[in-house]
């Protein structure tokens, strides 16, 4: 590995989470005495892995400014869009000049608090001697169903399926050109590994812990805040 390859995070932090019902975008609800952003983005400092981390919040958004961690020196704020897609590709391009082609970009999800600086570790230390890059993901115990209008028309084959969680880690030019190119095409990109297969690339798939869970319902911050305790 090329020791002067440098890593730098992206959060997208500009989603409005309606599954929560809640009167504030999920990023910013209450959990464990602090808000959820700031566990997530305090996981991945911890991990001492990070340059800097972009994170892209809304231009309306009123919370972000209180929060004594946006005033962190390697926490930089940039322009999050309308989708995911187009946060990713704000805090890539914030942080031309900064990041070189080969450096590393590790995407993360401001909504999984319970991240491990384990989990980031293991990502780094098997990803960077492979060119392309990769996302963490838990294998499937569930059995799955294809559906159309509530009936089911096949069982999947759960062997080959696996949940993608995040960080997502690619290099940062290929991770740019290819949301670039998605957005030219107006293809669906709901994670970065998508936007990499969009390019004909194989990304690599590592297992990451399952208590790396993702805060969509207003249940799942009681589960985060046990995980939390348990970890």
């Known amino acids: 590995m090329n020791s002067s390859v440098k890593f730098w995070g992206i959060v997208p932090a500009a989603g409005v989470g309606k599954r929560m019902l809640a009167d504030r975008p999920k990023q910013y609800l209450p959990l464990a005495g602090k808000t959820v952003?700031?566990?997530?983005?305090?996981?991945?400092?911890?991990?001492?892995?990070f340059e800097a981390i972009a994170v892209a919040?809304?231009?309306?958004?009123?919370?972000?400014?209180?929060?004594?961690?946006s005033k962190h020196p390697k926490i930089l704020t940039t322009k999050g869009g309308k989708e995911r897609a187009d946060s990713v590709l704000s805090g890539l391009k914030f942080l031309e000049g900064h990041a070189a082609e080969d450096d590393w970009v590790l995407v993360h999800d401001a909504a999984r608090p319970c991240i491990t600086s384990e989990d980031i570790n293991l990502l780094v230390k098997t990803?960077?001697?492979?060119?392309?890059?990769?996302?963490?993901?838990?294998p499937s115990h569930d059995t799955l169903k294809n559906v159309e209008t509530n009936k089911i028309t096949e069982t999947i084959d759960r062997n080959r399926i696996w949940r993608a969680l995040t960080p997502q880690m690619f290099r940062y030019s290929l991770l740019?050109?290819?949301?670039?190119?998605?957005?030219e095409k107006q293809a669906v990109v709901t994670d970065e590994s998508s936007a990499i297969e969009l390019q004909g690339f194989h990304p690599e798939i590592i297992s990451g812990r399952p208590d790396n869970i993702k805060i969509t319902r207003p249940e799942d911050l009681a589960l985060a805040e046990f995980y939390m305790e348990q970890q």
Not at 38 to 45: A, F, V
Not at 57 to 69: A, C, G, N
């Open 176 to 183: 740019k050109n290819a949301l670039l190119d998605a957005a």
């Open 127 to 138: 990803l960077q001697a492979v060119e392309i890059g990769g996302i963490l993901a838990l």
């Open 57 to 69: 919040i809304s231009p309306e958004d009123p919370y972000w400014p209180e929060l004594d961690i």
């Open 37 to 49: 952003i700031e566990h997530t983005l305090n996981r991945l400092l911890d991990s001492d892995v």
